[in-house]
């Protein structure tokens, strides 16, 4: 009918800008470089922020002793608590506990989100069992893993730039996150040092170094997106502080503030970017990342429903709503293998109170969630290509077969499979054969807790 077929323009259209030919994915890699030049040229000089992190040295696989993490970032937060046994021990015991975040915290005030976050971490310390206690005297110490922008001023400070992610608590823009945190801790007599405050990339990095020596950069797809890399201290322009005695710092690009005019960006996107809580910042992870996935899915299928009558000649009420429908539903109707895409069927009817869909209307709508995806998996291979140009690992030099090793981690990149195989075969794609024998992609669980209690412990105030 002509209602299918008006559908079925939207959808073809929608595809056609999501496009990403390799000759595009390119254009954004080396955009993304010309970016990481620019940001650490000046401050202010891109919207790549490439924020110096103070660490200027990574695990080593010595550090010793009972050090907390707390990783705040997302849709929960974790505290963790580890028994660091030096060389050859290593991580002798380590427990965790994942907490999730009332969402009106979110939009609150300084004191009530960090308040709770003290509380939480109260009542874990108080679970502290045999063999799990700091030695008498000591204070605790902790590496706190914030995941947003942060202009820090030394390993264990820095001012809050900006919320991203569905935060929004003005009343903590500009100020000291560690201040906010320990005066909370203060008011309920934790006694608790921060020891490093780092971002879940540079955790990353320095979890995925501890295991594996080859680790260079970390990116991060979870409900937001970002990296981090060892860059060389002499060519990051801005510094005007001592050269480290590494000759390295850890950059924090912030990449999901990213754009450039090569990305795809469609209308949709643009609606998503006016109505979002912060219009016009972090483009990049607007379209790459698990916060937005569902949404940008949500919004296609709606203009099929008003325009194309898709479901009908009513549109579904719930359709309507706003972040309705979730990343981790979309990947479960993207997965769904069932010869009937009885999975697409039941999304359909729970989430969206869409029933008597026929097959057809299904196979389109597993369709429209592989485009989504496939250009978010795609765009973040060549982000990913643009950092290892920029660190001049995309040729071999003299023959070297030197290795590469990129830590992964968050919930998007665990979880939704399609995505991850897309975005590892684009990035075999970008670098060629010869070259991406010696690249490796690997899945760090977890490794921010873990290198943010490393990097508390390299930085503690009884070495
Ligand atoms: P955060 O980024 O909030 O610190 P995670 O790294 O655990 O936390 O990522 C959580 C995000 O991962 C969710 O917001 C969601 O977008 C995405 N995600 C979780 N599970 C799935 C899934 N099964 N399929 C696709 N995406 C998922
Ligand atoms: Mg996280």
């Not at 069992?129 to 390993?155: A, D, M, N």
Request: with cysteine; hydrophobic share 40%.
């Amino acid at each position: 009918s002509g209602k299918w077929a008006r559908a079925m323009a939207i959808l073809r259209e929608f595809e056609e800008r999501c496009g990403t030919p390799i000759g595009k994915l390119r254009q954004v890699a080396d955009a993304m470089t010309v970016e990481m030049h620019a940001g650490l040229a000046s401050e202010g000089g891109s919207k790549l922020k490439m924020l110096i992190s103070y660490v200027d040295n990574l695990p080593t696989g010595d550090e010793k002793g009972l050090f907390y993490a707390l990783d705040l970032g997302g849709t929960n937060f974790r505290v963790l608590r580890v028994l660091l046994g030096g060389k050859e021990q290593r991580v002798v015991k380590q427990e965790f506990e994942e907490v999730s975040i009332p969402p009106h915290l979110m939009t609150g005030t300084s004191d009530a989100l960090f308040g709770f976050i003290a509380d939480e971490l109260a009542k874990f310390v108080a679970t502290e069992g045999e063999g799990l206690h700091v030695s008498p005297g000591r204070q605790r110490e902790l590496g706190f893993t914030f995941s947003f922008p942060v202009k820090q001023t030394s390993l264990a400070s820095g001012n809050l730039i900006k919320w991203t992610k569905g935060f929004s608590i003005e009343d903590a823009v500009g100020q000291d996150v560690v201040g906010e945190l320990t005066k909370a801790m203060e008011r309920i007599n934790l006694d608790m040092r921060v020891a490093a405050l780092v971002n879940d990339t540079v955790g990353t990095l320095a979890g995925g170094k501890y295991y594996n020596e080859d680790v260079i950069a970390a990116v991060i797809l979870g409900t937001g997106t970002n990296a981090a890399y060892v860059e060389r201290a002499h060519a990051i322009p801005k510094w005007h502080g001592l050269l480290p005695k590494s000759g390295e710092m850890v950059i924090n690009m912030e990449w999901g503030n990213f754009r450039s005019s090569h990305l795809p960006i469609t209308e949709y996107d643009q609606s998503l970017d006016v109505d979002s809580l912060n219009p016009g910042e972090q483009i990049f992870e607007k379209i790459i990342s698990g916060m937005y996935l569902g949404e940008i899915v949500r919004r296609v299928l709606l203009k099929m429903a008003e325009e194309a009558a898709f479901f009908g000649d009513t549109v579904p009420p719930k359709l309507e709503v706003p972040f309705i429908l979730r990343t981790p539903h979309m990947s479960a109707m993207h997965h769904d293998t069932s010869s009937d895409l009885r999975v697409v069927a039941s999304k359909l009817k729970d989430i969206l109170e869409i029933s008597n869909t026929s097959l057809k209307m299904r196979k389109v709508i597993v369709e429209l969630c592989d485009i989504v995806a496939t250009r978010g998996a795609r765009l973040s291979a060549a982000g990913v290509f643009g950092i290892i140009k920029k660190m001049g690992r995309d040729t071999v030099r003299d023959g070297e077969k030197q290795k590469t090793v990129i830590a992964l981690d968050g919930g998007l990149f665990e979880h939704y499979t399609k995505f991850s195989s897309c975005m590892e075969s684009t990035l075999k794609e970008l670098l060629g054969d010869d070259i991406s024998e010696n690249i490796v992609i690997e899945h760090s669980n977890d490794g921010s807790g873990i290198g943010a209690a490393l990097l508390a412990a390299s930085h503690s105030q009884y070495l």
